[in-house]
C-alpha cells in the first residue's frame, strides 16, 4: 500500500481557504444587491424568496470558511 503525500501545506490551504473567502463576500454582496432590485421592483416573492435562500447559503459558507480559518490560526 502506498504512502499518501501532502501536496498543500498549512499555509496554502489558509491561503485558498482566504481566496474563496473573499470570494463569497464579493458573491453575498452582489446576490444582496439583486435581492434588494427584485424587492425594489416588488418581483414575485417567490423569485425573492428563492434569491433571499441563496444569499443565506452563501452567508452560511462564509461563516463556515472563516471558523475554519480561525481555528486553523488558532493550532
Known sequence: MGKVI???GAGAK????????????MLKRTLAG????YEEN????KKT???TEALD???????????????ERQV
Open 57 to 71: 447559503a452563501l452567508e452560511d459558507a462564509y461563516d463556515a470558511i472563516n471558523e475554519v480559518l480561525l481555528d
Open 14 to 25: 489558509e491561503e485558498s481557504l482566504k481566496e474563496i473567502s473573499e470570494n463569497l463576500h
Open 6 to 8: 501532502k501536496i498543500n
Open 42 to 45: 416588488e418581483a414575485e416573492e
Open 49 to 51: 424568496d428563492l434569491l
Open 34 to 37: 439583486v435581492v434588494a432590485e
